[in-house]
């Protein structure tokens, strides 16, 4: 009988839950969604079906807490993402950096160093959103995350170590199996070779699928990202901000998730203007409860009118705002969940980036923050 040494266990580990993952594909949670406007989704076809998906629409659980992500067992990703070249990283190296906690220093244990970068700077900043393509590389703090080669969420580049994202796209996944793209616009051009990284720690809040509170992560690379113009790091909101409920902020979502409830994933980036409501007014306007919105949430849309929100596949992207000072962007949400897409009565849910600032940067300070007065 062949025996493998007691130091091989890591890679024994991983390969057998890929084994159980194939065997239980059924089993797999609900995936994440996209910007969705009452616009034909003319230039973005994706060429799968995924009529099958439950998205967010799709009520889980008597909360009626509906995911924005994809669920990748049922999700036949078209057949550009399928061909692209998977790892480029080796992807054994990868597993035994996800098992190995001595690795790297502790991000609790360092201080935070700062990189000769601007955050939150847009590219083409002369663009109007709301519902529309974005240009190319103009979000480059987006990035696209694959389990098994399978697009189903999204999440952002805060430092050139860590992407912030939802916890529920994390959340009973193989996190080392995850993949993270970066400087992409066209998921499914294969003549593109974006930047990848895997994931080797997941970071999570208290999060339950009961009812959606505290719905953040953070995922940490195996490797540094480099910053470039393609490539830029979203700003996180200033300290003095942390109290700030945003009401009124005219605040944008991105993504490649489906443009109506039962769709396709985009295959181009979209974006969507949806103004932050205060919690209170949330309530008071649409059909969501006192218990369903809690402080960790907000409410971003159009209460009565609807049209324009994210979607499923859009879960753990950015919500962001334009800071009025320095023109720069920062973000203040993330996509979370909601009751279908675009409906009147039921606006976008997304988590409070600024209730979570000091656990963000406890847990990411072996991450390069880019230094806000270069």
Not at 34 to 57: C, N
Not at 140 to 152: D, E, G, I, K, V
């Amino acid at each position: 009988m062949m025996m493998l040494h007691l130091r091989h266990w890591p890679l024994v580990l991983a390969m057998a839950s890929c084994l159980l993952f194939t065997a239980a594909t059924s089993a797999t949670p609900a995936t994440p969604a996209t910007p969705a406007t009452s616009a034909p989704p003319a230039t973005s076809t994706a060429t799968s079906s995924l009529s099958s998906i439950p998205g967010k629409y799709q009520a889980l659980g008597a909360a009626h807490h509906q995911a924005k992500k994809l669920k990748i067992g049922d999700v036949n990703a078209s057949s550009s993402d399928a061909n692209k070249p998977v790892f480029r990283q080796n992807p054994i190296k990868n597993w035994f950096g996800a098992f190995n906690r001595n690795n790297s220093p502790a991000a609790q244990n360092q201080t935070s160093p700062t990189c000769s970068c601007r955050c939150g700077e847009r590219n083409d900043e002369s663009r109007i959103v709301g519902g529309t393509t974005t240009g190319v590389s103009e979000y480059p703090w987006m990035a696209r995350l694959s389990y098994f080669n399978r697009f189903y969420c999204g999440g952002t580049l805060i430092n050139d170590r860590y992407v912030l994202t939802a916890a529920h796209c994390v959340k009973g996944f193989m996190w080392f199996m995850i993949k993270v793209t970066f400087g992409e616009h066209d998921r499914c051009n294969d003549k593109e070779r974006p930047e990848t990284r895997f994931v080797l720690r997941a970071f999570s809040q208290k999060f339950s699928f009961s009812n959606f509170d505290n719905d953040i992560a953070l995922l940490r690379l195996n490797d540094r990202v480099p910053i470039t113009s393609f490539i830029r790091p979203i700003c996180l909101p200033r300290v003095e901000q942390r109290q700030d409920l945003f009401v009124g902020t005219k605040a944008i979502a991105t993504g490649w998730g489906t443009l109506k409830e039962d769709g396709k994933p985009s295959c181009l980036l979209q974006e969507v203007e949806v103004p932050v409501l205060d919690n209170d007014e949330c309530v008071a306007q649409t059909n969501y409860t006192q218990k369903m919105i809690t402080k960790n949430m907000m409410c971003s849309g159009y209460p009565g009118v609807g049209g324009r929100d994210s979607c499923q596949g859009d879960s753990g992207g950015p919500l962001v705002r334009l800071r009025p000072d320095d023109k720069r962007f920062e973000q203040i949400g993330i996509v979370s969940w909601g009751n279908g897409c675009a409906r009147p009565n039921y606006p976008g849910v997304y988590t409070r980036v600024t209730k979570y600032l000091d656990w963000i940067v406890e847990n990411s300070r072996d991450g390069c923050f880019c230094d806000e007065d270069y």
